[in-house]
């Protein structure tokens, strides 16, 4: 297999975050490769029985037997011991990278991570693998067999860069040295006879020749001779871009308006004339309760209206006995009333919860009508995210149904409570549904932008440091050297940090920084990342959301 070839790779991802499964997932598919996602490690071992894949990304604390007891599974494995694994951990503690290597981990990335990173590390460890498989195969002619193993080679202490430098221009000189002495040896023997004077003048020549050599030589030479202990790094270029931070969630679809529908008397069912997912509008008689006994009452009180108005109209009785009457009629038209449900508003009519026939009070709820000219959108927002959201903010929404279509809507309300274990508060944006596109009880893909500017400077986090006096980032300078610069850092999402003073547009930002990293220190730029885009800042790899 090529190793520009992906589409063969067949890579299994371990995760119990189903929003980061499917961020990886995707990330991996638009590279070329064939990616699946599990969140149990019974499934994952099931999958890999059935086919082992090219390579396994897991999680350290998917359930139910966690990844290190995973991985020592599938390494005890004849079949499987050579599978490569990836772990992804928001634990990144010395110990648990050292268990990872034990167990036969081949890389550990911490979380939250950019995609870029990943890409990197997957395409690294395929690359490898397929080279070993080769070699397995036949790839490499074997080794001849021999009766006694080859010695060892002698270890020699390593030297210092300088120490390196002054050992080539020793060997170099010599060989520029040997060849002149060589010639002056020869000449001084086949003119033995010469006077004294012209042999002397001719080795002053000589020797003065061979020393200005050699002083121009060590003066344009070895400087470059000698390794000036550069340290590779890699960099991002600073570039101004739209920008976008979101807070990504999965809520459910609710009616812009959900009215339910009871009587407000008991009886009988008599009609009910819709049915689920049925366009009612306002007024419009939805069900009908047996009026038998109700008629009967309004066509006595009817009657003993007309009787007293004209016997008031002859003086016959009082001006009370005529209202009394009134009044009669018109609580017997009430009651008429009550028996019959009309829609009080346009919407569809769902949820239907009775039949015809049955006895019902007004406790029974009959139906519902949603309103779906605009919907709600309902999302739990975890505690310590809560100071993110505001009324107001956009939000960004889209369904399995549409995948490709964005809906787009508003916070309105944010409730001050936090319930469940998980302690979430509950966060509804309304979202305009002229097409009625979006019912009710559909799960939704939620984006909450909490932060947007059209142009600003992003950085990734690893690149930012907090010192006493603020932030600083590491730049390469025009002389290769790491240069400190102190920034003003406005912004700060789960990946990226925007920055509005101290940094300039195309300067290369030093990321995942060396430890041995200080100001002043040479250094050599291994791979310059892409500028970070607005596309690249909303999409970034959740830790758990580049």
């Known amino acids: 297999m090529n190793e520009g070839d992906k589409s063969g790779r067949e890579i299994l991802v371990v995760d119990d975050d189903l929003d980061l499964c499917h961020v990886i997932v995707d990330t991996l598919t638009d590279q070329g490769y064939r990616a699946t996602f599990v969140e149990t490690t019974e499934d994952a071992l099931k999958k890999i029985s059935a086919k082992v894949p090219d390579l396994l990304l897991l999680d350290l604390e998917v359930p139910t037997m966690g990844g290190f007891v995973l991985c020592q599974k599938i390494h005890e494995n004849p079949a499987t011991q050579h599978l490569p694994i990836i772990f992804l951990s928001v634990r990144d503690s010395d110990l648990d990278r050292k268990t990872a290597t034990g167990l036969g981990a081949d890389f550990y990335i911490s979380k939250p991570f950019r995609r870029s990173v990943l890409l990197k590390e997957v395409e690294t460890l395929l690359n490898s693998s397929a080279q070993a498989k080769d070699d397995l195969i036949g790839a490499r002619p074997p080794a001849p067999l021999s009766p006694t193993p080859p010695p060892a080679p002698e270890e020699k202490p390593a030297e210092m860069p300088v120490a390196k430098g002054w050992k080539r221009y020793r060997d170099l000189a010599r060989a520029s040295l040997e060849p002149r002495l060589r010639a002056l040896w020869a000449w001084g023997m086949a003119n033995k006879k010469k006077s004294l004077p012209v042999a002397a003048a001719a080795l002053f020549l000589l020797g003065a020749g061979t020393i200005w050599t050699l002083r121009h030589f060590a003066k344009a030479i070895v400087p470059a001779l000698i390794d000036k202990g550069e340290v590779s790094v890699n960099v991002i270029e600073a570039a101004y871009a739209p920008f976008q931070d979101v807070l990504s969630n999965v809520g459910t679809i609710k009616g812009g308006a959900e009215i339910e529908l009871r009587f407000q008397t008991e009886g009988n069912i008599q009609a009910i004339n819709v049915h689920d997912g049925d366009a009612v509008r306002t007024g419009q008689v939805?069900?009908?309760?047996?009026?038998?006994?109700?008629?009967?009452?309004?066509?006595?009180?009817?009657?003993?209206?007309?009787?007293?108005?004209?016997?008031?109209?002859?003086?016959?009785?009082?001006?009370?006995?005529?209202?009394?009457?009134?009044?009669?009629?018109?609580?017997?038209?009430?009651?008429?009333?009550?028996?019959?449900?009309?829609?009080?508003?346009?919407?569809?009519?769902?949820?239907?919860?009775?039949?015809?026939?049955?006895?019902?009070?007004?406790?029974?709820?009959?139906?519902?009508?949603?309103?779906?000219?605009?919907?709600?959108?309902?999302?739990?927002?975890?505690?310590?995210?809560?100071?993110?959201?505001?009324?107001?903010?956009?939000?960004?929404?889209?369904?399995?149904?549409?995948?490709?279509?964005?809906?787009?809507?508003?916070?309105?309300?944010?409730?001050?409570?936090?319930?469940?274990?998980?302690?979430?508060?509950?966060?509804?944006?309304?979202?305009?549904?002229?097409?009625?596109?979006?019912?009710?009880?559909?799960?939704?893909?939620?984006?909450?932008?909490?932060?947007?500017?059209?142009?600003?400077?992003?950085?990734?986090?690893?690149?930012?440091?907090?010192?006493?006096?603020?932030?600083?980032?590491?730049?390469?300078?025009?002389?290769?050297?790491?240069?400190?610069?102190?920034?003003?850092?406005?912004?700060?999402?789960?990946?990226?940090s925007v920055v509005s003073e101290g940094l300039s547009a195309g300067e290369k930002v030093i990321i995942q920084k060396p430890q041995d990293l200080k100001a002043g220190t040479p250094v050599k730029v291994a791979d310059v990342e892409k500028p970070i885009s607005e596309e690249a800042a909303s999409n970034a790899v959740p830790g758990a959301n580049p």
Not at 286 to 311: G, H, M, N, T
Not at 313 to 320: E, H, I, N, P, Y
């Open 286 to 496: 939805i069900a009908v309760l047996d009026q038998s006994q109700s008629r009967i009452k309004l066509e006595r009180a009817k009657q003993e209206y007309f009787r007293y108005e004209k016997l008031y109209a002859l003086g016959g009785v009082s001006k009370d006995k005529l209202d009394e009457a009134k009044i009669q009629l018109d609580y017997a038209e009430s009651e008429i009333n009550k028996t019959v449900i009309r829609a009080s508003q346009d919407g569809i009519f769902g949820g239907r919860d009775a039949t015809v026939g049955e006895f019902v009070t007004p406790q029974k709820r009959i139906g519902t009508v949603v309103s779906v000219r605009s919907v709600l959108v309902s999302v739990g927002v975890i505690e310590k995210e809560i100071d993110k959201i505001f009324p107001g903010q956009r939000v960004i929404v889209t369904v399995e149904t549409y995948p490709n279509v964005e809906f787009k809507g508003k916070v309105e309300t944010i409730s001050p409570i936090i319930e469940g274990g998980a302690k979430t508060v509950e966060v509804q944006a309304r979202i305009p549904n002229e097409g009625k596109l979006l019912l009710p009880g559909m799960y939704a893909r939620t984006k909450v932008v909490v932060f947007e500017s059209e142009s600003a400077l992003a950085v990734p986090n690893d690149s930012v440091e907090k010192t006493a006096e603020g932030y600083q980032v590491y730049v390469v300078s025009p002389e290769g050297k790491a240069e400190a610069r102190p920034v003003k850092v406005t912004y700060v999402s789960l990946v990226n």
